[in-house]
């Protein structure tokens, strides 16, 4: 049991950020923009959120310092995406570019601020998030021991974006209107939906769960941020597509990755898995493989917004 | 298309303002970290690092605090190069940089300037080098090292075997090593640590297999969650405390240490203040072997062309006691150890054996009590 229980937490710590930032994804792609700058604005959340715990981690602690630092780690992700946006809706570049450029930007700009800061390239920050145990949930038999130990707010964070942003996607007048402008941008527009604006809008809430993610990923598993999240914007990328740009799936790719992120490092920890004479290297192949092989089947069906990655022009409706 | 303009305007005058502020703050900029030039940006010494940063807090920053200590005592100027990439060819790019920005002393921190280094010693008689952990060789590990070349090893499995004794003494049963990648310094670090435990197992009356020590290399100097990951599945299991040697690696245990209530020894230089976690750290002077290296070359007293082994008899190699967080372990016992250590009494089996052959597993390390568990 105890085993199970730590699968599962450790699973969270890979699961939680790769979710929030694919449905961060999902939203720029389903409006018709690609935004493979997804990395980079998880860099730049991870740099200025951990900065900000780093600065008032005198006056506050706990928790609220915490929530407080995820919203930065967000405004810094959706102003930071402010640049992809303009350059590929309003200047129509190429996206793959454009997003290649944050990329890059991100982490020396991090590495440079940084620098002027604290004269380190790293940003130390103490650590007082930490829940052993949620009060009276954790308690509960079996799920609580699961879900309720030895966890970060984060994870349930994570949870609420997830539901919210669904149900925004699918079930709002807004999400409709998000994805019709990702599908038939041009249909979108004769009946009077103004395409620039809803692509302005995808863009920037994918950056702003970017930054989310950003600083989800780095305080659960490191002491200080180092300019790097170790490309898990590509893999949120990753969990976007095998997820095939829906919620629901995008939600079961990531658990899947995290699962199998945490077997290839943990594996010496669960019986069974132990024993058997399969290297840790295959687990940690089979997700990108899992992917490849989706890709292969899914490709005649793909459900990729028919219209992503092409600027819009009115004339050429 | 006029709001399009505002906001070009906005960004790009977002950009400048922080080149200014950049600007506004170099001069500030604490000498520790930038060096220092001369009015025509040269630079006497140069340090080149390797894979780490100059702030890596280990191998890297050991190094480059010697520079920075002997440069501002006696007012030399000196600066560090960081190669673009990991590749013999961008080592050898940022060494030219460094003679081309007035270097007369080069010191490159790691065994993997052994082949860099080779290929250079003799196109640069006049400059010196410091190479750290290792030696300039043909690719074949036999020395072939010029005049303006030392080289500087160090006993490092004589403070992995201070870091074992000193856990197992303090009280600990289930160890763990978490090496970097297997490189000879870390193995050696390794196979130290698990002989020092053995020992001091022995001297407790310990029974065969009342150790036992998880060991790997993760194959990276990286703090990824990965290693986090790892770290906390071997804590999940009732390791105890984690020798976490390989520069960067030693963030993610620690991080996983917190979260577990376990232990930490940090490798290098002494890492107490990363974390509450870390109860010793196995120590060699970095710092004082290329500040002496450095001043070798000044008062002429240089002896170069050859590799030399620094280790507890001049106390290159230790743990550090100062910083430490045992309760049960204590100076004395500290002391007791190394005066045997540097009197000889003590024989650790290195990465090699007595032919010269790698030892390539660390199971085939003798050790009476201690039961090792190699995790691939």
Redesign the interface.
Known sequence: MTTIAFIVQQTMIFSIPLLIVAMGGMYSERSGVINIGLDGGMIMGAFTGTLFINMMQGNISGQGLFILALLVAGLTGFIFTALHAFASINLKANQVISGTAMNMFAPAFAVFAARLVFGTQQVPFRDTFFIRKVPLLGDIPIIGSLFFRNAYISTYIGFLIFFVAWFIIQRTPFGLRLRACGEHPGAADTVGIDVQRMRWAGTLISGFLAGIGGLAFVVPTSTESNATVYGYGFLALAVMIFGQWRSPKILGAAFFFGLMKTIASAYSAIPGIKTLPIPATVYKMIPYIATLIVLIFMSKRSQAPAAEGIPYEKTGR | MNR?KI??LL?ALLMMLSVV??CG?GET??L??EGKVDKDGKAEIALITDVG?I?DKSFNQGSWEGVVQYAIENDKTFKYYQPTEKSDAAYINSINLAIEGGAKIIVTPGFLFEGPIHTVQDQFPEVYFILIDGYPHKGDYVPDISDNVIGILYAEEESGYLAGYAAVHEGYRDLGFMGGMAVPAVVRFGYGFLQGADDAAAELGLAAGDINV?YTYVGNF?????????A???F??GTEVIFACGG?VG??V??AA??ADAKVIGVDVDQYA??ETVITSAMKNLKKSVNDAIASIYDESWEGGKAVTLDATEGYTMISMENARFEKFKQADYDAIYAKLVAGDIDITKDTDESGAQILEPTEIELDIVTVEN??
Do not use: G
């Not at chain 2, 990286?222 to 790892?230: F, H, Q, W």
């Open positions: 399009k906001f070009a960004l502020a950049a703050n900029d604490d520790h970290k940063t702030d998880k990286d703090a990824s969650p990965e290693n986090e990951s790892k906390a599945s071997w999940q299991e960067s963030t993610s620690m991080k917190e979260k990363e974390s995790i691939k």
